[in-house]
């Protein structure tokens, strides 16, 4: 069945007069129909659902496109149909049971126009949480009833504040064992520092869970119906009523710390009215201030129809949220922050962010979303970083892997378009004369290498099509031909990151492919000043070459160890200006090249140049390079260097036996526990462990908790590798060139 409620009277009649499949079909011709219409600003939501692994984000996002009439029947993640859920459209997703890529769509409740965004909860895709956010207004941060919140929920609660994104925290899986609400409420409060209250609590738990209170209306919902789709309100039952009223003074407490007017109202003793507290939640919400916190099960259909209505009270529309483009000021040379209008109309200069590079059926398929302005299908449209022309052929809607023809967009929508030969987070503008850039998202650098080799030499071309394509899709997917081990090397998040693209490859390709043993990406680093002052000199007949750098390389702060800095200290003309970006281009060459102790790539460091010597007719870009590569040689023998290495956050989830066995785990792999979360049946430990060591920890972890302990880890920082570990990866290093050396002579 689908929900009928919010539709209009004329069409519940003729939905009474038709059998179950027309009925299911001709909601949703209505609701895509009523979608073509232009709503105003106050009637769209942009938002994103993200999450932990496994908290029940695509499930959600399932419920949410039947409840809405989106889809006519619903479908599992990991279903027994073989169908698989609609927003997992990949078929790797279908089968591993996660999201790889995040999948948009849109649907109407109650009139108005959701776009939504399902990202992957895996820390290897988290790109994908950043670009979604990035062009969202508002998000559902979902949390697992027992897992409550975990390392990946803290990494996109980070994300959230980065882009100053309000959110709704929803605590799904109410209907599990071992479902405590109150102790992720804790959570929330304690580990993300958010002022957060209940607007809703569980009739019951686990196999128990039978409906929803609403704190704010003190009325009681079942959910009712094979799916759930119909909602009945009732009087709270006896038992629950005396905690329904203190859960709502608690929240009026909460909100009031938030909001200046409930806090004056707070102050004066004064009831709010159900409008005035719904008011003061949306207010405080906006500003980041309050986080409403919904309670259900997706599972089994009970508190997403709620949700959505949270989703339109509580999260912002487009013009709610203050969006800015970048423009240089020509006499001051810095650059300033232009507010943009998010008007629906065509006043305003046209303009977008292209969030997401997808390769499509009909070629490269270009996710964007709309600031300002109205774009319709045939115009010209300029990309602001390259200058160059694209004339718009087709404007799409997604739904998940569905696309739907419109033939304009306006302000706060997000779309899709063929045949753009751009970048991600690229801005295109319907006048370049504007000279506005929309401010990119944030993109972490890869953690592991590995090597991979084409199975069949006749595949050649199939996997530079692949490389090609996933490397301008996937900012994070790294490649490069290392020309001293004659392998090609990839480079990602993690393990399951490089895994999925080589699956990837042989599927979507027919490209075999073998990866390599692991690498970890380490950095080198100086761990004190150190002077250079290096000479290049050649005048032995026809074109020389003379320049001289002097300066000093020091080290950054341990905050900033992943930086390259570069600064010009230079007085008067002994080095001409000229020639300043010819060595600042060598010195990041040479820093991407690899340092002396293992050939890793150098970061931290600051290249300060302070003086040096040129001559009117020998000096040339090409002297300055080479004098510079010289310094960078010499510092390699006489500073003092350290490798650095990342570490990584690791949450372990395993069974109450086994926690000695774990904890043993932890400390051999040179671990350092950060948090020990007790419980009666499973314990939840946090430690920071080299990612140098957390090769193989997945097969010890199920020999030793029976197959039931699971693990999750991300990206934490980089940090100084300890010097017996150093001085073993030192010679290591030395032995492979010297095969290499070898192996090179017997060639010869």
């Known amino acids: 069945m689908v929900l009928t409620q919010h539709l209009p009277r004329q069409f519940r009649q003729f939905l009474r007069a038709k059998d179950l499949l027309s009925v299911q079909k001709e909601s949703r011709r209505f609701v895509a129909k009523k979608f073509t219409e232009h709503k105003e600003n106050e009637q769209i939501r942009n938002i994103g659902i993200s999450a932990h692994i496994d908290s029940g984000k695509t499930t959600l996002t399932e419920r949410i496109l039947y409840y809405t009439g989106r889809i006519s029947e619903m479908h599992e993640v990991k279903g027994k149909d073989n169908v698989g859920a609609t927003m997992d459209s990949m078929e790797l997703e279908r089968q ?19 776009n939504i965004i399902d990202t992957p909860g895996h820390v290897d895709f988290t790109v994908e949480v950043e670009r979604a956010l990035r062009v969202l207004d508002g998000a559902v941060l979902v949390l697992c009833a027992v897992g409550g919140v975990q390392s990946q ?33 804790k959570q929330i409060r304690s580990k993300m520092g958010h002022n957060a209250a209940f607007i809703q609590i569980p009739i019951g738990l686990e196999g128990e869970t039978k409906g929803i209170i609403d704190i704010i209306k003190q009325q009681a919902m ?38 200046e007017k409930l806090g004056e109202m707070f102050l004066e003793e004064k009831t709010p009215t159900e409008n005035e507290l719904v008011a003061a939640i949306r207010r405080s919400t906006l500003k980041r201030q309050f986080v409403p916190v919904l309670v259900g099960t997706a599972l089994k259909n009970k508190g997403v129809q709620p949700l959505l209505d949270a989703v339109l009270y509580y999260l912002p529309c487009p013009h709610e949220v203050e969006n800015y483009a970048l423009k240089e000021n020509p006499t001051t040379k810095e650059t300033e922050k232009v507010v943009l209008n998010p008007a629906r109309t065509k006043d305003n200069p046209f303009l977008s962010l292209a969030f997401k590079l997808e390769a499509g059926r009909f070629g490269q398929l270009t996710y964007m979303r709309c600031y300002q302005g109205v774009l319709s299908k045939g115009e010209t449209i300029y990309n602001a970083r390259t200058g160059k022309k694209i004339r718009i052929s087709r404007l799409v809607r997604l739904h998940a892997n569905e696309m739907e023809d419109v033939d304009e967009v306006r302000a706060g929508d997000i779309f899709a378009t063929f045949g753009v030969d751009c970048s991600s987070g690229d801005t295109f503008v319907s006048d370049k004369r504007l000279e506005l850039t929309m401010e990119s998202m944030f993109i972490p650098d ?13 595949d050649r071309d199939s996997f530079a099509k692949a490389i090609q394509r996933f490397t301008k899709e996937d900012p994070t997917f790294h490649y490069k031909y290392d020309v001293e081990s004659r392998e090609t090397i990839v480079s990602g998040m993690g393990e399951l990151h490089l895994e999925i693209y080589a699956q990837r490859m042989e599927r979507e390709y027919n490209c075999p492919v073998t990866l390599g043993k692991p690498k970890v990406s380490f950095r080198e680093t100086v761990l004190a ?30 905050t900033h160890n992943t930086k390259l800095d570069f600064v010009d200290e230079t007085v008067g003309t002994n080095v001409p200006a000229c020639y300043v970006p010819a060595i600042m281009k060598e010195f990041i060459r040479m820093s991407e090249v690899g340092g002396p102790v293992t050939g890793s790539r150098i970061s931290g460091v600051r290249f300060r140049l302070q003086d040096g010597d040129s001559h009117c007719v020998d000096s040339s870009d090409l002297a300055f390079q080479l004098a510079t590569e010289g310094a960078m040689k010499d510092l390699y023998r006489d500073a003092n260097w350290q490798l650095l290495e990342p570490i990584m956050t690791v949450e372990v989830v395993a069974p109450v036996e086994s926690q000695g066995s774990v904890m043993g785990m932890v400390s051999k792999r040179s671990g350092i526990i950060v948090a020990n979360e007790p419980g009666l049946e499973w314990f939840t430990i946090v430690a920071e462990i080299p990612l140098n060591e957390m090769f193989g920890f997945v097969g010890e972890l199920r020999s030793n908790t029976q197959g039931k302990g699971e693990y999750t ?23 492979s060139l010297e095969l290499q050396t070898r192996q090179q002579k017997k060639k010869n």
């Open 96 to 114: 591993r049971g996660i999201t790889i890529q995040s999948a948009a769509t849109y649907t109407l409740w109650k009139d108005h126009n959701i």
């Open 153 to 185: 929920t803290l990494t996109v609660n980070r994300q959230m504040k980065r882009y100053n994104v309000p959110c709704l925290a929803f605590i799904n899986k109410l209907d599990r064992l071992g479902a405590n609400h109150e102790r992720v409420m």
């Open 222 to 259: 079942y959910f009712e119906g094979d799916c759930g789709d119909i909602v009945r309100y009732d009087e709270i039952p006896q038992e629950y009523r005396a905690e329904a009223k203190d859960k709502k003074s608690e929240l009026i407490e909460h909100v009031a710390n938030a909001d």
């Open 446 to 458: 890869p953690v592991l290498s590995m090597s991979i080799k084409v199975n069949n030499s006749k």
């Open 529 to 558: 000043p150190c002077e250079y002052d290096y000479f290049h000199k050649k005048q032995s007949g026809g074109a020389g070459q003379y320049a001289r750098v002097i300066g000093i390389l020091e080290p950054l702060p341990a």
């Open 713 to 735: 880890m991300e990206y934490a920082r980089y940090s100084p590798t300890p010097s017996s570990r150093q001085e073993k990866l030192h010679t290591e290093y030395l032995e």
